[in-house]
């Protein structure tokens, strides 16, 4: 009889601590701004227009070095946010060596998993649930496709619903007028591509497959070799045609490029080549050139830019 009241006693001693503590499945930070962690710019930008003052939104990335190995102390750091934005994929390659804790954690791919895009020997190729397979790398810039924006941006806002019901109202709100935005940027888009319909654009990889999938246009995706460079420098035309013609790229109409750095490197290519060139930038990252439209810029402002751009070109 003794030893089960002493049972009883430790049972509600423990219950009695719990009721002072958090359980496993509360979120730590019970007040002030939700802290979000995002693994790219467009995700970080993303939480804060969705969330607007009610999150404190970092990013987890080097903006001018992405693939750079985070130490332990920024694991630690990025585990203790409410809310841990991945956008699926397999890079940067260090996000496969650390975990952070599942149920903080959010893939905003989640709902877009057919819509994904794997690229494997210089080819694209759309890929469904089971992901990619071997050897194949799922390509990261799903944000320049604003139809999947508007499905990841609907996923950020749930999430952000679930760990704040009782401010449910504002995110609701504040990702209504954010919804509206990439509503207008795809129509605008689809409308500045229409020249492209069917063509071929030429690119360094497959960062624009997104943008060329939604919006009607093939990617040809070449390698340089090592004898110039396409992000600058000066190359040699005849080495430059006959690695053309080896690329078999004859089709091709356009060239994009990211890097305003890289511009006059691009137009003698362009021109040698026949193409017309643009500069679009992918917006996976806070530090770029600064923008044409906007004091400060951001996401948004890069997108607007990558249309003024195409509607200027034709």
């Known amino acids: 009889m003794y030893k089960f009241a002493v049972l009883i006693s430790f049972v509600l001693m423990l219950a009695a601590c719990r009721s002072k503590n958090q359980t496993p499945d509360e979120p730590q930070n019970i007040s002030g701004p939700v802290r979000i962690a995002a693994i790219c710019y467009p995700l970080q930008y993303f939480a804060d227009r969705i969330g607007g003052n009610l999150v404190e939104a970092t990013l987890m990335v080097d903006s001018l070095n992405q693939s750079a190995r985070p130490t332990s102390e920024d694991v630690q750091k990025w585990s203790q946010a409410d809310l841990i934005l991945l956008n699926g994929g397999e890079s940067p390659g260090w996000l496969q060596t650390v975990s ?12 877009i998993r057919s819509d994904l895009i794997s690229v494997a020997e210089g080819f694209t190729h759309r890929h469904g649930p089971q992901g990619p397979k071997l050897q194949e790398m799922t390509v990261l810039e799903t944000w320049l496709d604003f139809q999947l924006c508007v499905e990841q941006a609907l996923v950020i806002r749930d999430a952000l619903i679930k760990i704040r019901p009782g401010q449910s109202d504002q995110f609701i709100k504040n ?18 591509c229409g020249f492209l319909q069917g063509k071929t654009v030429v690119a360094d990889g497959p960062q624009y497959s997104y943008l060329a999938y939604r919006y009607g246009f093939k990617i040809a995706i070449v390698k340089a ?17 006959r690695w053309w013609q080896e690329q078999n790229k004859d089709t091709a109409f356009a060239l ?17 080549l026949g193409l017309a060139i ?15 439209t906007a004091d400060d810029p951001d996401w948004l402002a890069w997108m607007e830019d990558n249309i003024q751009a195409l509607r200027a070109g034709h």
């Open 100 to 111: 952070f804790p599942d149920r903080k954690t959010v893939d905003v791919t989640s709902t």
């Open 175 to 192: 990702h209504a007028t954010f919804e509206k935005e990439l509503i207008d940027l795809d129509q605008k888009m689809r409308k500045a």
């Open 225 to 241: 070799p090592v004898r110039f460079d396409l992000s600058g420098g000066d190359f040699s035309g005849e080495d430059l045609e």
């Open 256 to 272: 994009f490029f990211t890097g305003l750095e890289a511009k006059d490197s691009f137009a003698r290519l362009g021109k040698n």
């Open 278 to 292: 643009y500069r679009i930038r992918t917006g996976g990252s806070s530090i770029e050139e600064s923008s044409t």
